[in-house]
Each structure stands twice: as C-alpha cells, then as structure tokens.
C-alpha cells in the first residue's frame, strides 16, 4: 500500500508500533480521546479511527472485520502487480483476527449504523462502495443552482456504472437548475436510467441507495458526511423524498404560470419567502441563485407591485395573494406531524 507520510509511511497491513498501540486500544475500549490520535496520524488517514458520532472529542475504531475485508479486497485487486502483499495481508488477517477474539465486545450497533466520514476521498470511497453494492434504486437531491460540469462529472462513472445494472435513479433539483446545459447533457447521456424534478426549495443534500443506506452532510463545507444506515433513520428520508418528489415538477414540463402579469414563478418564490421575514442572503441560497440576481427579482417586484418600500412590498405581496405560493416545500409536513404553519 501506498506511504502515509514520511513518519508513518506504512499501510494497514504493516502499523507502526504507535499506531498499533492507539489502535489496540480502541479496539479494547470502544473508543479513544482524539488527542491520542495526534501523534498517529496514519490511524485517520488509513480509516482505522473515525469520528464519534455523538461527541467528536473521540474516536471510535473500525471494526477489524471490516478492517481484515477492505485489506483483502485491495491486495487482491493488486495480486498480478505484488505477490508480496499477499503474505503481508494474510499476516495482518492473523493479528486483526486475533484481536478481535480476544477483546471484549464493545457496543457497535450506534457506530454501523451512524458513521462520520472524515475527508473527501472517505467519502468518495465509502460512495463508490454503496454503488457497487446497489441493485435497484437510487434517490438524490441535488440543492444549489446550474449544476457545473465539473459537479456533474464527479458522480458519472458511479451514474453509469448505476445504469448498466438496470438501477433506475430519481434526481430532485432546484428550478434554477433548469437552465444548465449541462444538467440537460446529463440527463441525455443517461437516458430513461434518470428521472429528473424540480422544486422552488429543496432539503440539503442527500444520497439513498437501495433504502438502506443514505449519506448527508455532517458540515457546512461537506468535508465531513454521514453515512446512515439505521432503518428508522433511512425510512424517514425516504419518506421526506417521496413526498417532495410529489410535489416537484418534472424537468421535462414546464414551470406553473404564476397568473399575475409580469411576474414569473421565480419572483413568486422570492415573494413567499419575503412574506415570510427572510434576508436576501437567505432567499438565494435556498432558491438556487446569487445574491444579486435575488436582488435584482426583488426590485423588479417591487416595480411590477407599485411598491417604494421594503415594507409596502410585504403589504402587496399578501394583497395580490404571492406569500403562498402553491406546490412548494412549504406544504410538506414531516411524518406523523402537523405542519408547524397548520396547512
């Protein structure tokens, strides 16, 4: 396996005596201070420690099981290249077994089923990994405004391996994101494998695989995920999914006629939101666009409205009936519950 570094330049199969100490430990105790993990990096970098869950002070260890799999499936990929690493893994299948039986059963249910993936090529692997594994479904919500190509390329080789077992996708979207050219190639290229939706507003994002495993932001920059895999938690995103997908527009009709001359569906949007107190800031980043192009819809609002203020604008918008526009995610409720706004 590759270096990790020049003062731990090992793999999983070889740990360093450190790293063999912190991870021992964690094994035995459930888990460990992140402090003990700063003088072992190769720990974190090899997915041998990860993130709790419930406290990010601590660490928990991967299970050696999952550990001894991961191991195997990479030297085999590599056998043709090195019949060294075999000997090296089948060494390290013997000490990870070994410390398997001999430690105390420590309370994993939490951590199989609530993972935090720490770091973009953890992600990407733990992705590529729910993707092989899929057979039937995969549901998405993409938020954000014109899909770029770059962000569309990342996913593709997963989407089309995806489409070449007959696993059928579902993709929620933000209306803005209609008028990308690349969203449209995508969905060419892919062909009757993806079935695209549009709503005003959509949740944040959220990958589910088959209904038993969904992946969501764990961070505001989305360096860090979680990887769900609890059935109560997965079926409530599911859940939350398909009753968005009933109100979503297909990308293939056209957006509702807002049946006020002079304003499109878009202002309408910005409308609602406005009626319901939010700054500009707010209303583009949950609708998909820019600040100025928000600002700009505002002002041409308030010029179609008659209105010369802020407030006079609010006053209009409930007089020509736009602070409730219909089919928008306003309407959903969550499972079991009343909306908290009573409709």
């Known amino acids: 396996m590759a270096g990790h570094g020049r003062e731990h330049p090992h793999g999983a199969d070889r740990l360093c005596e450190a790293g063999d100490r912190v991870y021992s430990r964690a094994v035995r105790r459930g888990r460990v201070p992140r402090t003990d993990a700063g003088p072992v990096p190769c720990l974190l970098e090899l997915a041998l420690l990860h ?9 928990v260890p991967t299970a050696p099981q999952e550990v001894m799999t ?9 056998v043709s290249a090195s019949q060294r690493r075999v000997g090296a893994a089948v060494a390290a299948v013997e000490w990870y077994a070994g410390l398997g039986g001999s430690a105390p059963a420590s309370p994993q249910g939490e951590g199989a089923a609530i ?21 039937t479904e995969v549901l998405t919500v993409q938020p954000g405004g014109i899909r770029r190509e770059h962000e569309l390329s990342e996913g593709l080789h997963r989407a089309l391996a995806l489409r070449g077992r007959g696993v059928r996708m579902r993709d929620l979207y933000n209306h803005v994101a209609r008028h990308g050219q690349g969203l449209l190639n995508y969905l060419e290229l892919m062909g009757e494998a993806v079935q695209a939706r549009t709503l005003d507003e959509v949740i944040d994002r959220l990958i589910l695989f088959d209904r038993t495993v969904a992946f969501i932001p764990a961070n505001a920059d989305r360096t860090m995920a979680l990887e769900l895999r609890h ?11 398909e009753r968005l997908w009933r109100l979503a527009i297909p990308l293939t009709a056209p957006l509702p006629d807002t049946g006020i001359e002079g304003i499109s569906h878009r202002e309408q949007s910005i409308a609602a939101l ?7 800031a707010v209303i583009a980043e949950r609708l998909g666009i820019s600040v100025r192009t928000c600002r700009a819809h505002i002002a041409r609002l308030s010029e179609t409205l ?31 519950q009343e909306s908290p706004t009573g409709r």
């Open 115 to 135: 993972r935090v993936l720490d770091g973009p090529a953890r992600i990407q692997a733990a992705l590529d990994e729910a993707t092989d594994a899929c057979t």
């Open 51 to 59: 993130p709790d869950p419930d406290d990010m002070d601590w660490l």
């Open 70 to 78: 991961r191991l195997l499936r990479g030297v085999y990929d590599e």
């Open 274 to 280: 406005l009626a319901e107190g939010h700054q500009d």
């Open 306 to 336: 008659g209105a010369a203020s802020r407030t006079q604008l609010g006053v209009r918008i409930a007089q020509v009936g736009l602070h409730s526009p219909s089919g928008t995610p306003a309407e959903l409720t969550i499972p079991g």
């Open 231 to 241: 059935p109560g938690l997965v079926e409530y995103l599911v859940t939350v999914f």
